[in-house]
Antibody, heavy 124, light 109 residues
Framework: EVRLVESGGGLVQPGRSLRLSCAASGTNIEDYAMLWVRQPPGKGLEWVSIISWNGGTTHYADSVRGRFVVSRDNANNLMFLQMNGLRPEDTALYYC?????????????????WGQGTFVTVSS | QSALTQPPSASGSPGQSVTISCTGTDNDIGAYDYVSWYQQLPGKVPKLIIYDVIKRPSGVPDRFSASKSGNTASLTVSGLQPGDEADYYCCSYGGSSNWVFGGGTRVTV
């Protein structure tokens, strides 16, 4: 069974930094593009960032570009999200997820395994 | 990167069908066949139920079906069951390696 487990969330003051981690088990993440998606309390899902299988390509939502950096360590089955210059509106449950791949084909936009999320609260 | 537009709520009686719309633009839903749908049961993580507009992952019952016309995608849940009560989110590729979700629709059975 493929599992993703996020960690690193917590309470942080505005302007400070936090680093989230996503640990995978049951699969080698080097086979997949990986993403971060967040969900503010009581609100909907928001795509945050995507990283290609080898980390060579990364993309960000406008709301976090220039402040957040996604990276991965395939050797240790880990993905990270370095969050700098945090704002109160970044307060959310942060999920890591992976792209569905089957039979040698990966399906863009099909995010098939999700972690339980790690909560980030930005407040003074 | 504006969110896709979904109705905030929808409802139906057990056994009936409910259809949820997801409206985007020429730059996302209208431009790409990368629409997916996610079911989020209360207190749970999102679950992929539709991808590539109409495809169902293994294990998702065929009571869940979807379509797309122009800039609007739709999800239909047939034979509604109490366990289908959840928030449903659409998602589309928005170009330039960006992804956009809808605001979510709460389905009540």
């Amino acid at each position: 069974e493929v599992r993703l487990v996020e960690s690193g969330g917590g309470l942080v003051q505005p302007g400070r930094s936090l680093r989230l981690s996503c640990a995978a088990s049951g699969t080698n993440i080097e086979d997949y593009a990986m993403l971060w998606v967040r969900q503010p309390p009581g609100k909907g899902l928001e795509w945050v960032s995507i990283i290609s299988w080898n980390g060579g390509t990364t993309h960000y939502a406008d709301s976090v570009r220039g402040r957040f950096v996604v990276s991965r360590d395939n050797a240790n089955n880990l993905m990270f999200l370095q969050m700098n210059g945090l704002r109160p509106e970044d307060t959310a449950l942060y999920y890591c997820t992976k792209v569905l791949c089957s039979g040698g084909t990966c399906y863009a936009g099909a995010f098939d395994v999700w972690g339980q999320g790690t909560f980030v609260t930005v407040s003074s | 990167q504006s969110a896709l537009t979904q109705p905030p709520s929808a409802s139906g009686s057990p056994g009936q069908s409910v259809t949820i719309s997801c409206t985007g633009t020429d730059n996302d839903i209208g431009a790409y066949d990368y629409v997916s749908w996610y079911q989020q049961l209360p207190g749970k993580v999102p679950k992929l139920i539709i991808y590539d507009v109409i495809k169902r992952p293994s294990g998702v019952p065929d009571r869940f079906s979807a379509s797309k016309s122009g800039n609007t995608a739709s999800l239909t849940v047939s034979g509604l069951q109490p366990g289908d009560e959840a928030d449903y989110y659409c998602c589309s590729y928005g170009g330039s390696s960006n992804w956009v979700f809808g605001g979510g629709t709460r389905v009540t059975v």
